[in-house]
């Protein structure tokens, strides 16, 4: 099975942009990106989907190169609550036609005052 | 809206025990996914359940075994437990079979003595 690589840990300050990359060999065809947020002691919680290019919502940007066997997701002007770990997550082929979801190891994102 | 709802949220067994953990998904949603997150890492695919069947699982033994009810609630059964089966449990639901987008419960914290 394929598996996602993510950097195990970045550091950044408030009012930065963080991006977070992922790489993923082997994703469906009809697969989707996604990417999920984790503080402590809590379940995932969804922040992003894309298929390619670009997709935007009021929190994050996810930027999906042509041939998506990577992604990055952007978080603009972080602040300390945006530390957390954060997950990538796609589907891939398993057993024929059954897809089995791999999530990264996450990365741990530690915003500074 | 009570989003997703786990059950119990901390547990202590032993050994050999065997162990039940419920979930209700969030309202309007037909699909629970299960995962074991043990401590720093990610979460791992247990299996997940549609239309009352199971449709995809991971790599867990046959220990790990589950039900979905017709009111889409779901119980994660794991029998023999080993002290290695020590994790936090979570639930995921969603729409559809993939379920990529999914909402996360707390989780329950298993610790096996």
């Known amino acids: 099975l394929a598996k996602t690589t993510q950097p195990i840990s970045m550091d950044s300050y408030e009012g930065q942009e963080v991006n977070i990359t992922c790489s993923h060999n082997?994703?469906?065809?009809?697969?989707?990106i996604t990417w999920y947020q984790q503080f402590p002691s809590q379940g995932p919680r969804f922040i992003i989907q894309?298929?390619?290019?670009?997709v935007t919502n009021e929190v994050a940007s996810l930027f999906i190169p042509a041939d998506r066997k990577s992604s990055t997701l952007s978080l603009p002007r972080v602040s300390l609550s945006d530390t957390a770990v954060y997950y990538c997550l796609v589907g891939v082929p398993y057993m024929d036609s059954n897809y089995q979801l791999i999530w990264g190891a996450g990365t741990k994102l530690i915003i500074k005052p | 809206d009570a989003g997703v709802t786990q059950s119990p949220t901390h547990l202590i067994k032993t050994r050999g025990q065997q162990v039940t953990l419920r979930c209700s998904p969030k309202s309007g949603h037909d699909t629970v996914s299960w995962y074991q997150q043990a401590l720093g890492q990610g979460p791992q695919f247990i299996f997940q359940y549609y239309e009352e069947e199971e449709r995809q699982r991971g790599n867990f033994p046959d220990r790990f075994s589950g039900h979905q009810f017709p009111n889409y609630s779901s119980e994660l059964n794991v029998n023999a437990l080993l002290l290695g089966d020590s994790a936090l449990y979570l639930c995921a639901s969603g729409t559809g079979q993939m379920n990529t987008e999914a909402f996360f419960g707390q989780g329950t914290r298993l610790t096996v003595v």
């Open positions: 894309g298929y390619k290019t670009k």
């Open positions: 082997n994703i469906a065809t009809n697969d989707y």
